[in-house]
Every structure is written in structure tokens, then in C-alpha cells.
């Protein structure tokens, strides 16, 4: 089969030609109906220096799948050939206690996981392919009624990394709070669906994009805002002055960090995403008191089951731009380009 791989760190993807993967006990073949193209694989091509990852290249790209079974091997039960799924990603150890409460995300044994700190495309041959070889039958989980591949594959990072940084402020999203979304690309646009469906907080988008506003406008955003100077001015306006509850910095660059950091209120929540490379002081002096200043790292297992119900449900959708296999290369090219409405999303 055709694969799209980062042969090497700092070098562009290939399509090449690999063998197809056969599974071996309690593992999974899932036959690709989606495979979404995240800006952290840009990451992977452009920024990441040797040793800064546990993991090295050469491996197939696409963490972001959803599929149909299409082989399992001796020992699973779970799932059925031909039965349509969504790939859970951060593969963890399995046993841990994080892992047994379904946050692989944060394993606490990564030296037992099929890759340290990754999963498919991360590391380990990932979705950019016809199949895609998942090391156990937990990783796999069923599509509810309603849901098609294609549009569930973003899901499984664009809408599980927000739904999970959203998730842990969500007792903040009252009905007089605001949430301030930065970045409305693949992620950020899914971000301002979810904090409409988790709360009641008014949701301001900001981007450094028309075209990103105006399809956070789309998709339920209550105001935006176009980042420069006067952004956490106009936030601030908009919050009548007290400055938002919740902050989700989908960049994660210097200035966007500083904007989140000045538009938080004291008490606030302010969640770093984005992998920007940003860098700013944290002291006593540099927020509001009791702001609470996190990154996360994608999401759990039970929350991507809950996002998919409510996708299935219609509340949340990955607007996405389909790519064939032979066209992926020209996916990440278009996204870093910024010319991706949404999630560009190959099918082989
Ligand atoms: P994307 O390219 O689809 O979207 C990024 C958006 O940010 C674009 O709309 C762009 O115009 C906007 N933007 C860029 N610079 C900006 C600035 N200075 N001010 C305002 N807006 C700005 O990217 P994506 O796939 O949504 O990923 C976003 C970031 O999240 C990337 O750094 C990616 O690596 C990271 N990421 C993190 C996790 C995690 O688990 N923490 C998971 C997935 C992606
Ligand atoms: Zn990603
Ligand atoms: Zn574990």
C-alpha cells in the first residue's frame, strides 16, 4: 500500500510504497476513511530537533483516524470486521492508573507503551495509509449512529484535544462568564463548538485570519476579535472590563501566550495548546492572582467517546477539506499556507 512518511526529522513527507500490516494477538487493522492532517505534524517537519522527541522517523504520518475494521487478530472480541471506528491516539501502557482510567494521554509507564509519548503517526506508522496497524483492540472505539469516518477522523484530536482542555474549566463556563478561543484553525474552530455545548459562557474567537473569524462566526462564536495590539483591549471591552474566565491559547507563540495572560481575570483559567514555541515569565507579578496556567496534551478515552455522542448528536462538526492519498503531501502544504477551512482530512 501507499503510505505517506517522515523519512526524517526537519524534511518533507513521502509517499512511498510499504508492506500492508497484518494484525498479531488482540491487535486491530483498521481500513482508513479519514486521516486528518494536524499543524503538529508541521511541527514535526520544521521545528522539532533530534532527542527532543522519545521517538524517531522514519514512520507513517496521520494521527487523527477514523476507519472500518478490517482485520483483528487471535484474541479480540471487541470489535468486528467491517464495523466503522474512531482510533483513539495517545497509545499508553494499558495498566497504569491513568491508563486504566482511560487517560492514556498521561501514562504514567510510557516505557511499557507500544512508543513512548506517541501512538500512530506519532512515532509508530500512523493513518496516512490505506491501513493502519492499532497495537490493541481498546484503541479502537465504535462510531454511534450517525457518524461517517471521514467526518469522525478530526474528532480524534482537532475535537478530543479542545474538548479536553475545555473539559477541565468547564465548572467556570457560567452564564456570565466569558471564554476566549485564540487560533480558530483545525482545532480552535471545533474549541468554540465544544465551549458553546459545555456551558453558557459567551464565546470570543480570535485569529489573525478573516477567513478563521468568520468561520468561528459560523460555527457559534459570539464575537471575534483580529489579534494585534488592541485584541485584549477589545476582549476586555467585551468583558465589561473584569477580563475572561477561560483562556484556550490554540498557538501557543509569545504573543498569543501574552494575550492570554493579560486578558485572564484574577481566578481564571488559562490553557496553552498550541505548540507555538511561545515563552513568557510566570512570578508573582506576571498575571492576575489565582490564575490557573496549564497545558494539556490531547484527551482521555471516556471523553472521546463522549465527543463523538455528541457529534452523532450534531452539536459539534469538523468543517474538513478532503485530500486523496496521492494529493496528502499537497494537505500539509495548503495548511501551512493557512488555506485549510477547518481540518483538511485525506481518504485514501
Ligand atoms: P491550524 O493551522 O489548523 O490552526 C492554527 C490557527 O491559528 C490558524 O487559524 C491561524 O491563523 C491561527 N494563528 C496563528 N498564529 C496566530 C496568532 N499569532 N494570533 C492569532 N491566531 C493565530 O493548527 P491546528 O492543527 O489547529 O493546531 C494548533 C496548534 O495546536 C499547533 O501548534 C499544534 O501543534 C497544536 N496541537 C496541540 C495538541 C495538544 O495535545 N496540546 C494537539 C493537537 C495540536
Ligand atoms: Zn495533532
Ligand atoms: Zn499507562
Not at 78 to 100: E, I, N
Amino acid at each position: 500500500m501507499k503510505a505517506l512518511r517522515l523519512m526524517d526529522w526537519k524534511s518533507s513527507p513521502e509517499l512511498v510504497e510499504v508492506a500492508d500490516p497484518t494484525p498479531g494477538p488482540g491487535e486491530v487493522v483498521v481500513r482508513i476513511g479519514g486521516a486528518g492532517a494536524c499543524h503538529s505534524d508541521l511541527h514535526l517537519m520544521h521545528d522539532f530537533e533530534p532527542g527532543l522527541l522519545p521517538w524517531n522517523p522514519p514512520f507513517t504520518l496521520g494521527h487523527e483516524n477514523a476507519g472500518w475494521v478490517h482485520a483483528v487478530g487471535d484474541g479480540v472480541t471487541r470489535v468486528q470486521p467491517g464495523q466503522a471506528v474512531a482510533v483513539y491516539g495517545p497509545w499508553g501502557c494499558g495498566t497504569c492508573a491513568r491508563c486504566s482510567l482511560g487517560i492514556e494521554n498521561y501514562c504514567e509507564n510510557p516505557l511499557d507503551a507500544p512508543v513512548a509519548g506517541g501512538g500512530g503517526g506519532l512515532g509508530l506508522d500512523g493513518g496516512m495509509a490505506e491501513y493502519l496497524l492499532v497495537p490493541d483492540a481498546r484503541q479502537v472505539v465504535p462510531l454511534p449512529e450517525g457518524l461517517e469516518p471521514v467526518t469522525a477522523a478530526g474528532l480524534t484530536d482537532a475535537g478530543l484535544t479542545p474538548y479536553h482542555a475545555i473539559n477541565r474549566s468547564r465548572h467556570l463556563l457560567t452564564p456570565d462568564a466569558t471564554i476566549v478561543a485564540i487560533g480558530v484553525g483545525g482545532l480552535g474552530h471545533v474549541g468554540v463548538q465544544i465551549a458553546k455545548a459545555l456551558g453558557a459562557a459567551q464565546v470570543v474567537a480570535v485569529d489573525m485570519k478573516q477567513e478563521a473569524l468568520d468561520l468561528a462566526v459560523a460555527v457559534g462564536a459570539d464575537h471575534t476579535v483580529m489579534s494585534g495590539e488592541s485584541a485584549a483591549d477589545e476582549i476586555r471591552a467585551l468583558t465589561g472590563g473584569r477580563g475572561a474566565d477561560v483562556v484556550v491559547d490554540f498557538v501557543g507563540a509569545t504573543p498569543t501566550v501574552e494575550l492570554a495572560r493579560a486578558v485572564a481575570r484574577p481566578m481564571s483559567d488559562v490553557t496553552i495548546v498550541g505548540i507555538g514555541g511561545g515563552d513568557v515569565p510566570f512570578s508573582f507579578f506576571s498575571q492576575g492572582y489565582e490564575v490557573n496556567l496549564a497545558t494539556t496534551y490531547w484527551g482521555t478515552r471516556p471523553e472521546l467517546v463522549e465527543l463523538l455522542t455528541l457529534a452523532a448528536r450534531g452539536v459539534v462538526r469538523v468543517e474538513h477539506t478532503v485530500y486523496s492519498l496521492d494529493d496528502a503531501a499537497q494537505a500539509y502544504v495548503d495548511l501551512e499556507a493557512g488555506k485549510v477551512r477547518g481540518r483538511a482530512v485525506v481518504v485514501p
